[in-house]
């Protein structure tokens, strides 16, 4: 079949078509060596409908790529795990529209005092140099209400100051924020952190170069809002289950959404380290925001790359799943790392969920 025959017949367009045999997903069976033409077998027919129903899940290009070198049995499993991603995502985006509605329509969606103080967080904060570096750049803050962790470039001049400002500027968050104002409060900390590394920078030439990654949660009651910009990132243990409810930004994973690299090659692709975001005093990015329902049981990590970077991310999760304690939890988590090298500064805050008193 040609390819224009085979996309009418497969409900895929040409564009599509070029594009995942670029990615390996659908190789056509022939293709003319004098004109280049693409010519397709109809029993590929099946894999190329399963391709656009995967797409029309949202399924990245990276993830349908996977499945595809799967038995049918396993990636069965492997679609019915990213769907209870999908559906995770999704009812915290629905909880996020629902208190939006409320607010706009002038509705109070606010809880009551005592129904704000039923929830409390438990928390441990561990930090180590690491076994390579010569200082430790990662900057940290826990409190009852904000969770924090910065991570200062390393290689590049007063990682650590930049680091350090990025907590300062969040750390009066610590206190009694209305739910409807969480995202607004972490957005704005954030941009004060900004202009005060462009401060700093223009008072002191030799700062230039500097900056750092910063992932702040802050709680109000059982609403927590989130704030991410770069590859610092949070992990969420909910039933046993290990979600991460940050995106990395980060080269590698620009090109793992976009199909162009596997799970597999991000480890040792050589453009690893590479940020697209951080904050620096001289670009302005629009930091992640995001709304979550804290339920009580509920575990949160948040770590510098020296982590999970280092640790594979089914360790990484046994520990969180498997060990009561926050402190001892963070604890092992260290030790993970420094039993893998530990090439960079690793920092993580685990944080529990649990009822006040």
């Known amino acids: 079949m ?21 990615l390996g997903l659908l190789t056509p069976a022939r293709v003319d060596p004098q004109s280049g ?18 797409r029309r899940l949202g399924m990245p290009l990276a993830a349908i790529r996977s499945m595809s070198t799967l038995s049918p049995t396993l990636a069965a499993r492997a679609l019915a795990d990213y769907w ?9 985006r629905r909880e996020l529209a629902s208190f939006l509605i409320g607010y706009l329509s002038g509705k109070d969606t606010a809880m009551s005092h005592a129904a704000e103080e039923e929830l409390t967080i438990r928390y441990a904060v561990r930090s180590d140099i690491g076994l390579v570096r010569a200082d430790n750049e990662d900057a940290a803050y826990a409190g009852s209400r904000l969770l924090a962790i910065a991570d200062g470039l390393g290689g590049h001049a007063a990682g650590e100051v930049a680091s350090a400002a990025v907590i300062e500027a969040l750390r009066p968050l610590d206190t009694q924020v209305p739910s409807g104002e969480l995202l607004n409060a972490l957005a704005h900390a954030v941009q004060r952190a900004e202009g005060t590394l462009r401060e700093m920078v223009a008072a002191d030439p030799s700062l230039s170069g500097m ?5 702040a949660l802050l709680r109000s009651g059982s609403r927590i809002g989130l704030v991410h910009v770069g590859d610092t990132r949070v992990y969420l243990v909910r039933d046993g289950e290990v979600f991460q409810i940050t995106r990395d930004h980060t080269v590698v994973q620009s090109l793992l959404d976009e199909g162009k690299i596997t799970e597999g090659e991000v480890s040792s692709h050589p453009q690893r380290f590479l940020l697209l975001q951080a904050l620096d005093g001289q670009h302005d990015y629009e930091p992640d925001l995001q709304f979550h329902d804290a339920r009580s049981g509920d575990r949160y ?3 510098s790359d020296g982590l999970h970077a280092t640790v594979a991310a089914d360790a990484i999760a046994r520990v969180l799943v498997e060990v ?5 939890a963070a604890a092992d988590l260290i030790k993970l790392a420094m039993d893998g090298g530990a090439p960079d500064n690793v920092t993580c805050i685990v944080a529990d969920i649990v009822p006040a008193g």
């Open 84 to 92: 209870d991603q999908v559906e995770a995502e999704n009812a915290a």
């Open 301 to 303: 990590l948040l770590s």
């Open 324 to 328: 009561a304690d926050p402190d001892q």
């Open 2 to 22: 040609s390819s224009g025959e085979f996309a009418r017949v497969s409900g895929l367009s040409r564009k599509a078509l070029r594009l995942y045999d670029e």
């Open 37 to 54: 033409y693409r010519f397709y077998a109809p029993a590929q027919l099946e894999q190329a409908r399963l391709v656009a129903w995967l």
């Open 211 to 215: 900056g750092t990654t910063v992932t």
